[in-house]
């Protein structure tokens, strides 16, 4: 029997009960001595230990104009904010039906807040009101602090746009951080109910404008009335941008605009000023466009629904966002690629004596039968003939154009095909197209009528307003392509903290001589008067241009006739009626679906409206 | 002449040994009850921290029902087990050991993630935790090995440090330490129980001495930290050493008859760390002060001695090692688990049996229970004469 139990070790069982009988009477032991001995110092430190520590939110900082105009603030009030772990469970409805009433939300969300932020973090505060509260709203919260477990008030400010759409392209919004940006700013410094920029300036410049948190250690007792404040550390207010923006500029050019709208002259239209010499934004109109007060508040469904269907596009800055066809205003490519490349020289003559060029039995349309035309004169009178010559030549009387690759090459260098590089989210880069681009898009060879349609800026050439203005910009300064920027300068409490240099993005390896050629070119468009500016009170150059594409039937969001015709003008100003490189704006105007006119003179609302504005600015207008 | 009974096999199938009514007097009466008052003292221990627990989202009746239906299917698993003769746990332990690894690997290709570690897969609704039931399973599948083999040969310890070496890589990787360190724990207690060389395991124990630098390295940052802390929980009391000065202002704060069920202000305020499992007995220790703590280790040690006692009259090897070898894993699990509370251990993510909040430990403890019960049930066959 004793064999048979030889697998049972009694005396190893007998050690391990032993052990295991110690080593409880170890722990027993060490449990008398906290609990027992040492209860009494515990309870205490268990007492003291009711500290939290809420975040202060920083103010985010001011956004002006160059000269100091207010155009985002923060607009004082309070907020009621919960923190879940101190209100409990069983009072969660009642507290937030009473709660209901005084932030004018429905008591199921704010239960659904809390419990939500019980998941996420307890500890810190949710807030529950969704606008500033009035100081009476408030001080009813502090007074009956009994009703309201775990209810704090706090200061706090809600943005405001001083101008809704007229900025709203540039400024965009800001809004509560969702769970991807928390997500991908792990560090500490952004809290759940944190706001951020979503787009424009807000989103580009987050970096400045928000400020860096603040923290209370506060220490409560037993019902977690806070009784004293142990530490603080002040949060610090966002440093404050001041923009390049003009807002005399900003007003003058967005009225005039507003009023062609209205006026049904056209439907949507876009506006933007620089100045040439450092590619600071003067000012930039995007017309619909959207309040962004609307998202401070939060935009309900149906807004937003019909903000996105609208076929206007009212949420995208069509300064930078959206591509049109340039139409003649591309002309300065085709001249500038074709004396570049040799293909033709300010005496190069063109004798447009048909209003139609037959290729292969396609034909080719200008405008007008223009007769004899040099360089000069077959810019200033936007000849197409003139243009298709200089850009793919003529096959008839052997002169060489310049040709889809050198097009392709000087365009690119002038800024197209790629985004300028503002200090904006969502700029679009353009299509410049050639051969290359045409066979791996289409998987078709390019043709010389491809080569034509791109001289007079239509068929693939797709620009945005910015870059067209920024390439004349350019010509306007000489040679040097800036990169343009809406930052003028990051300020904090008043003093300078950081002044961006202006950017060049490259020069342009182009004679001088070219250049002037093209200046003198633009403001001869003015003078003969096919940009016609009656009375002219600056020497005003530029350079008009016809686009059509898109529908041209039925209404569009407004219900606004779609005419699919859509006008340029993109002009700058030297500072004496001459062809030297010292122009101080530059400005291009595009209006879409204006009223149809036969002509690329006759309607052309933009020349107009530039004189205008321009005229209004430098305050050399006459008066009415 | 009289026929003769031929004398069963020992191991036999169920066939042969029917459950019985006779067989119920054998059942581990004392076991059995500090069973029952363990877990209900679990119910208790749940239902008072839920309802502290200002974090809490959910319905308490409901995570109190949750705490009941555990129970419930543990009490059915324990009582499953117990009627099945033993025997065939060992019959089976290769199917078990190819489970227990196939559970753990796909908790690391589909499991949850909480905290960093993957340690949940969801089935059913439920989140099951596979290495809760792997610890029981290799206690299983070692207990056979070493039943099987001369445990006085060392090529026995060193096969069976082999066959628990792939699941302790599964469960570093998740990565779960404190599991890992109750797979060694147990295997140190079942090969001594099983009657090992004493110099062979202090051999294994020195090599294992030697290799630990090259484990440490290996270590996550935030494992090193809470494995030294303990030595001086105050110097980082804003880091490493909080979890540990928070539960020690938790316990003795209790002091002799606690404040009261639902009433500690640790854990509601969240200065315990995960007081549900983790610092489970911390808040345990405040709600219930020394009398309640010293109850609990009474009916631990009340529970171990009589696993003891069970595997000392097991009639075969294979139950003697099964049941050292639970009692030595429950007995490692909790001492590191308490031990932690109060800061006499490093901390290592431990549940405490019984106590901690979670179906799988439960439910694995009910299995490992019911296992003891039918070795308890089939003594040594009484001489037949």
């Known amino acids: 029997m004793q064999d048979a139990r030889a697998f049972v070790h009694p005396r190893r069982l007998a050690a391990i009960a032993l052990a295991i009988v110690g080593v409880f009477v170890v722990l027993g032991v060490r449990l008398?001595?906290?609990?027992?001995?040492?209860?009494?110092?515990?309870?205490?430190?268990?007492?003291?230990?009711?500290?939290?520590?809420?975040?202060?939110?920083?103010?985010?900082?001011?956004?002006?104009?160059?000269?100091?105009?207010?155009?985002?603030?923060?607009?004082?009030?309070?907020?009621?904010?919960?923190?879940?772990?101190?209100?409990?469970?069983?009072?969660?409805?009642?507290?937030?039906?009473?709660?209901?009433?005084?932030?004018?939300?429905?008591?199921?969300?704010?239960?659904?807040?809390?419990?939500?932020?019980?998941?996420?973090?307890?500890?810190?505060?949710?807030?529950?009101?969704?606008?500033?509260?009035?100081?009476?709203?408030?001080?009813?919260?502090?007074?009956?602090a009994e009703l309201y477990p775990g209810v704090r008030v706090t200061a706090d400010s809600v943005r405001q746009y001083t101008s809704g759409p007229l900025y709203a392209p540039i400024l965009g919004y800001t809004g509560p951080i969702n769970e991807e940006e928390l997500a991908e700013r792990q560090g500490g410094s952004y809290l759940l109910q944190d706001v951020i920029g979503k787009t424009g300036i807000e989103w580009q410049y987050e970096k400045y404008l928000r400020g860096t948190l603040g923290w209370r250690e506060i220490e409560r007792d037993a019902s977690l009335r806070e009784l004293r404040t142990l530490a603080l550390v002040p949060p610090r207010p966002g440093n404050d941008l001041v923009l390049t923006i003009d807002d005399k500029l900003q007003r003058l050019l967005n009225a005039e605009l507003e009023k062609g709208v209205t006026e049904d002259r056209f439907t949507q239209a876009v506006g933007i000023a620089m100045d040439p010499q450092n590619g600071e934004i003067l000012a930039m109109v995007s017309i619909p466009a959207y309040d962004n007060n609307a998202f401070i508040?939060?935009?309900?469904?149906?807004?937003?629904?019909?903000?996105?269907?609208?076929?206007?596009?009212?949420?995208?800055?069509?300064?930078?966002?959206?591509?049109?066809?340039?139409?003649?205003?591309?002309?300065?490519?085709?001249?500038?690629?074709?004396?570049?490349?040799?293909?033709?020289?300010?005496?190069?003559?063109?004798?447009?004596s048909s209003n139609v060029l037959v290729v292969d039995g396609w034909r080719f349309y200008d405008w007008r039968v223009h007769g004899s035309l040099d360089f000069l004169n077959g810019f200033a009178h936007s000849s197409d003939i003139y243009f298709y010559t200089l850009g793919g030549g003529n096959p008839y009387t052997g002169q060489r154009g310049a040709g889809p690759d050198a097009i392709a090459k000087y365009?690119?260098?002038?800024?197209?095909?790629?985004?300028?590089?503002?200090?904006?989210?969502?700029?679009?880069?353009?299509?410049?197209?050639?051969?290359?681009?045409?066979?791996?898009?289409?998987?078709?060879?390019?043709?010389?009528?491809?080569?034509?349609?791109?001289?007079?800026?239509?068929?693939?050439?797709?620009?945005?307003p910015l870059q067209l203005l920024n390439a004349y910009a350019s010509v306007a300064n000489g040679g040097t392509v800036y990169k343009p920027h809406l930052l003028k300068e990051v300020t904090y409490d008043g003093k300078t903290v950081v002044t961006p240099a202006p950017q060049v993005a490259r020069k342009l390896e182009m004679r001088q001589e070219d250049l002037r050629l093209i200046r003198e070119g633009a403001r001869r468009v003015v003078t003969i008067g096919h940009a016609y500016m009656p009375n002219a009170k600056l020497p005003i150059a530029g350079k008009t241009g016809t686009a059509e594409f898109g529908e041209s039937s039925g209404v569009d969001s407004a219900g606004r006739q779609r005419l699919g015709f859509h006008n340029w003008f993109v002009s700058f100003v030297p500072k004496e009626d001459n062809a030297d490189p010292t122009a101080r704006i530059a400005m291009v105007i595009f209006t879409f679906d204006s009223s149809r006119s036969l002509c690329d003179v006759c309607f052309n609302p933009a020349v107009a409206m530039t004189q205008h504005i321009l005229e209004q600015y430098y305050g050399v207008a006459d008066k009415k | 002449m009289s026929v003769r009974p031929i004398p069963m096999p020992q191991a036999s199938s169920p066939l042969h040994a029917p459950p019985s009514v006779r067989r119920l007097l054998d059942l581990d009466w004392i076991l059995l009850i500090t069973t029952i008052l363990l877990v209900g003292y679990g119910l208790v221990m749940g239902y008072s921290n839920t309802m502290e627990d200002r974090t809490f989202t959910?319905?308490?009746?409901?995570?109190?029902?949750?705490?009941?239906?555990?129970?419930?299917?543990?009490?059915?698993?324990?009582?499953?087990?117990?009627?099945?003769d033993h025997s065939w746990l060992g019959t089976f332990a290769p199917a078990i050991y190819i489970g227990t690894l196939a559970l753990l690997t796909v908790v690391l290709v589909i499991g949850h993630s909480t905290l960093g570690a993957t340690r949940w897969v969801t089935i059913a609704g439920f989140k099951f935790q596979p290495s809760e039931f792997a610890k029981v399973f290799m206690v299983i599948v070692l207990a056979k090995w070493f039943a099987d083999r001369d445990v006085r040969n060392p090529l026995t310890l060193v096969g069976g440090l082999a066959l628990l070496a792939a699941p302790v890589a599964l469960v570093f990787r998740q990565p779960d330490l404190g599991t890992s360190l109750v797979f060694l724990g147990m295997f140190f207690g079942l090969a001594f129980v099983a009657g090992a060389r004493l110099w062979h395991l202090a051999a294994i124990a020195s090599a294992g001495v030697a290799v630990l630098p090259i484990v440490w390295s290996s270590l996550k940052a935030y494992q090193q930290a809470r494995l030294t802390v303990f030595l001086d929980p105050y110097a980082d009391p804003q880091g490493a050493g909080w979890n540990i000065i928070q539960s020690l202002i938790a316990v003795g704060s209790g002091a002799l008859t606690g404040k009261g069920l639902t009433a500690g202000t640790q854990s509601p305020l969240g200065y315990l760390p995960i007081a549900e499992s983790d610092f489970v007995f911390a808040g345990l220790a405040e709600d219930l002060g020394f009398v309640g703590a010293a109850i609990l280790f009474v009916l631990f040690v009340v529970l171990l001695l009589s696993m003891l006692r069970v595997a000392y009259r097991s009639r075969d090897a294979f139950g003697a090692n099964l049941a050292g070898g639970l009692a030595a894993m429950l007995a490692f699990q909790i001492v590191v688990n308490v031990g932690m509370a109060v800061s006499l251990m490093p901390v290592t993510g431990i549940p405490l049996p019984f106590i901690s909040q979670g179906g799988s430990s439960l439910i694995s403890i009910c299995f490992a229970l019911g296992a003891l019960q039918a070795i308890s049930m089939r003594p040594e066959q009484k001489a037949i004469s």
């Open chain 1, 411 to 464: 365009g690119r260098m002038l800024g197209f095909g790629a985004p300028t590089g503002i200090d904006l989210p969502g700029e679009a880069g353009g299509i410049m197209p050639d051969p290359l681009w045409k066979f791996a898009k289409f998987d078709e060879p390019w043709t010389l009528g491809n080569t034509y349609h791109e001289s007079i800026g239509q068929g693939f050439v797709a620009v945005t």
């Open chain 1, 297 to 352: 508040q939060g935009v309900t469904n149906t807004q937003m629904k019909a903000w996105i269907s609208d076929n206007r596009h009212p949420l995208v800055n069509k300064a930078i966002g959206e591509i049109y066809p340039p139409g003649s205003t591309f002309k300065m490519v085709t001249g500038l690629s074709a004396l570049s490349s040799g293909a033709a020289t300010r005496n190069t003559v063109v004798n447009v």
């Open chain 2, 58 to 84: 959910g319905d308490v009746g409901q995570q109190l029902l949750r705490g009941i239906l555990y129970a419930v299917i543990g009490f059915s698993v324990m009582a499953i087990v117990a009627l099945v």
């Open chain 1, 32 to 144: 008398w001595d906290l609990q027992v001995v040492n209860g009494a110092h515990y309870r205490e430190l268990a007492e003291q230990n009711r500290v939290v520590r809420v975040p202060i939110t920083a103010d985010r900082g001011i956004v002006y104009d160059r000269s100091g105009v207010v155009l985002a603030r923060n607009q004082p009030g309070f907020a009621v904010s919960v923190i879940p772990v101190d209100l409990p469970r069983a009072n969660e409805n009642e507290v937030a039906s009473r709660l209901a009433p005084l932030v004018e939300r429905g008591s199921d969300e704010i239960v659904k807040a809390i419990a939500q932020q019980r998941e996420r973090n307890p500890y810190e505060p949710v807030t529950v009101s969704s606008k500033p509260l009035p100081r009476e709203t408030a001080l009813l919260l502090v007074e009956r």
